[in-house]
T-cell receptor, first 114, second 109 residues
Framework: GAVVSQHPSRVICKSGTSVKIECRSL??????MFWYRQFPKQSLMLMAT?????????EQGVEKDKFLINHASLTLSTLTVTSAHPEDSSFYIC??????????FGQGTRLTVV | GQNIDQPTEMTATEGAIVQINCTYQ??????LFWYQQHAGEAPTFLSY??LDGLEEKGRFSSFLSRSKGYSYLLLKELQMKDSASYLC??????????WGAGTKLIIKP
């Protein structure tokens, strides 16, 4: 089946630094990828939709300049958290839709900003 | 607005059956999904319903009633490894997934 690989699985960074998270579709082409954030004991919150070759679409309340999304190829989308702060600590997950019936998720990235 | 409701937490006994309900109000409907999510891990796909009725897949079954805006996930022969959160999600008219908050299922021996 379709596989989405997300890297890194865990990252600890200092406040003020930037962190890049990669999401790759391994055996299919993903023209669209979704980026979610999940705080403890809460559901997935869609942050943005990345589209290959065009600008990402951000959800209301998500800062475009802080969460930079790049979808340069059909198999890779990246999320960069710029000038990270402790409140950005969360679980970040990417997913890619496959047809209309499924969405495959990456393994998730646990970001801790200290 | 769009809304998906499911119980916050449920407890069941190993070997038993449990039904997790989900009700939704969305702008349009293009399918309902159930995902399983273990703590600290990404969700994994369980089932997809777009037509009314019951879909059975091994120990897991999912039911949909579009007229009632209602679905349930039925888990049979519960095992300890089934302890997880179960997320209900609906694709709206824009094919965007709207997520419920998830139901934490606790299995007791």
């Amino acid at each position: 089946g379709a596989v989405v690989s997300q890297h890194p699985s865990r990252v600890i960074c200092k406040s003020g630094t930037s962190v890049k998270i990669e999401c790759r579709s391994l055996d299919f082409q993903a023209t669209t990828m979704f980026w979610y954030r999940q705080f403890p004991k809460q559901s997935l919150m869609l942050m943005a939709t990345s589209n290959e070759g065009s600008k990402a679409t951000y959800e209301q309340g998500v800062e475009k300049d802080k969460f930079l999304i790049n979808h340069a190829s059909l198999t890779l989308s990246t999320l960069t958290v710029t000038s990270a702060h402790p409140e950005d600590s969360s679980f970040y997950i990417c997913s890619a839709p496959v047809g209309n019936t499924e969405a495959f998720f990456g393994q998730g990235t646990r970001l801790t900003v200290v | 607005g769009q809304n998906i409701d499911q119980p916050t937490e449920m407890t069941a006994t190993e070997g038993a059956i449990v039904q997790i309900n989900c009700t939704y109000q969305t702008s349009g409907f293009n399918g309902l999904f159930w995902y399983q999510q273990h703590a600290g891990e990404a969700p994994t796909f369980l089932s997809y319903n777009v037509l009314d009725g019951l879909e059975e897949k091994g120990r897991f079954s999912s039911f949909l009633s579009r007229s009632k805006g209602y679905s349930y996930l039925l888990l049979k022969e519960l095992q300890m490894k089934d302890s997880a959160s179960y997320l209900c999600a609906v694709k709206d008219s824009n094919y965007q997934l709207i997520w419920g908050a998830g139901t934490k299922l606790i299995i007791k021996p």
